[in-house]
């Protein structure tokens, strides 16, 4: 099973940005499609970004053209670089591959 630690998250002002890691353990990292999903207190679980083996990304309507998803096979990472924040992207960000989920890391966004 794959392990998954996330990090990058933080405290920022609105308009700021983050970059957030995630890095896996295992051999099949590059073969898996890999997702970023957020949930904020008292929502559900939101899917924000996914990208595939192959490198094609999908996000979420409400940060399209300020997030963006990327991966390095060669370090078992995938990351996900957030732009021009807003105070509604305040959420526990947690990555996912197939089964396996990391422990999550805290986005705040201040007003």
């Known amino acids: 099973q794959v392990q998954l630690v996330e990090s990058g998250g933080g405290l920022v002002q609105a308009g700021g940005s983050l970059r957030l890691s995630c890095a896996a353990s295992?051999?099949?990292?590059?073969?898996?499609?890999m997702h970023w999903y957020r949930q904020a207190p008292g929502k559900q679980r939101e899917l924000v970004a996914t990208?595939?083996?192959?490198?094609?990304?999908n996000y979420v309507e409400s940060v399209k053209g300020r997030f963006t998803i990327s991966r390095d096979n060669a370090k078992n990472t995938v990351y996900l670089q957030m732009n021009s924040l807003k105070p509604e992207d305040t959420a526990v960000y947690y990555c996912?591959?197939?089964?396996?989920w990391g422990q999550g890391t805290q986005v705040t966004v201040s007003s």
């Open positions: 990208i595939t083996s192959g490198g094609s990304t």
């Open positions: 295992g051999r099949l990292f590059s073969a898996n499609a």
């Open positions: 996912r591959s197939s089964i396996s």
